[in-house]
């Protein structure tokens, strides 16, 4: 069963073919009711690209995944359709910000 949005697999597939032609649009989608991706396009030749994750939650964790088995599933789902464009997840995405009950959670995947 698929837990990622088909809008954000869409997103994912947009940013995915936009890499082919060298313009990738960001990707700005909403997971569930409070989990949030966001991928940013990269910056001139950069071979990576920001991903983060924007979950309502008033604790933070070291890492997204550790909010629990469906984040961590949606998180898997996203990775597993960044992997099929040949894009690398980072191994974990770990918390580096806050803005009151929104924790954000980041890493780098590394484009083909």
Same mark, same amino acid.
């Given at each position: 069963?698929n837990?990622?949005?088909? &809008?954000a %697999? /869409? /997103?994912?597939?947009?940013f995915?073919e936009? *890499?082919l032609r060298a313009?990738?649009?960001p990707v700005?989608e909403? *997971?569930?009711?409070?989990l949030? %991706?966001r991928?940013d396009a990269?910056? +001139?030749? &950069?071979?990576t690209a920001?991903c983060s994750?924007d979950?309502?939650?008033?604790t933070?964790?070291?890492? *997204?995944? &550790?909010?629990?088995s469906f984040?961590a599933t949606?998180?898997? +789902?996203?990775?597993?359709? *960044?992997a /099929?464009?040949?894009?690398?997840p980072?191994?974990?995405y &770990?918390?580096?910000? /806050?803005?009151g009950?929104?924790?954000?959670?980041? +890493?780098?995947? %590394? %484009?083909?």
């Amino acid at each position: 069963m698929n837990h990622v949005p088909d &809008e954000a %697999l /869409a /997103a994912i597939d947009a940013f995915g073919e936009g *890499l082919l032609r060298a313009d990738p649009p960001p990707v700005r989608e909403r *997971l569930r009711s409070d989990l949030r %991706l966001r991928i940013d396009a990269p910056s +001139g030749d &950069e071979r990576t690209a920001p991903c983060s994750f924007d979950i309502d939650h008033p604790t933070p964790r070291a890492t *997204l995944r &550790e909010h629990g088995s469906f984040v961590a599933t949606i998180a898997d +789902g996203v990775d597993d359709r *960044l992997a /099929a464009w040949g894009i690398r997840p980072p191994d974990a995405y &770990e918390h580096v910000d /806050a803005d009151g009950d929104v924790q954000r959670y980041q +890493g780098d995947v %590394l %484009l083909p």
